[in-house]
């Protein structure tokens, strides 16, 4: 397995992911959030829009990594804007995390469908 295909499989099958980010004076911060995988491509998303600490590191820095165990999966992002994409990680959203109630009526809102990140694993 591919350091690559280890990332997508570990955010796929993985309910609560760590998610590091950089804080400005270069300390790392690791953040518990959700994160889906559709098409072999993983996204996250913040479920309160724009307004997280992690989700600003992330938008300034365009890099974090994944906590495993001992592993470290560094990836970068991207902001994804088309609905097409947008109904498809709320539907791997919903189907992933089926019963969680409020949080996941939070994660498919429109601010949150706003926050959506393609994650793409830098190669090692």
């Known amino acids: 397995m591919t350091e690559s295909s280890a990332a997508v499989d570990h955010l796929a099958r993985t309910g609560v992911v760590r998610l590091a980010t950089t804080t400005l004076d270069g300390r790392e911060i690791v953040t518990k959030i959700w994160a889906v995988v559709v098409d072999g491509k993983a996204y996250i998303r913040n479920a309160y829009g724009d307004s997280s600490q992690w989700y600003r590191r992330i938008q300034r820095t365009r890099t974090g990594a994944f906590i495993d165990g001992r592993n470290r999966y560094d990836v970068t992002v991207d902001n ?45």
């Not at 804007?81 to 995390?97: I, L, P, W």
């Not at 409020?102 to 926050?115: K, Y």
């Open 80 to 124: 994804v804007a088309d609905e097409e994409t947008n109904d498809q990680v709320d539907e791997a959203f919903t189907s992933k995390y089926a019963g969680s109630g409020s949080a996941l009526r939070m994660m498919v809102t429109d601010d949150a469908r706003r926050s959506t990140l393609r994650v793409t694993p830098v190669p090692a």
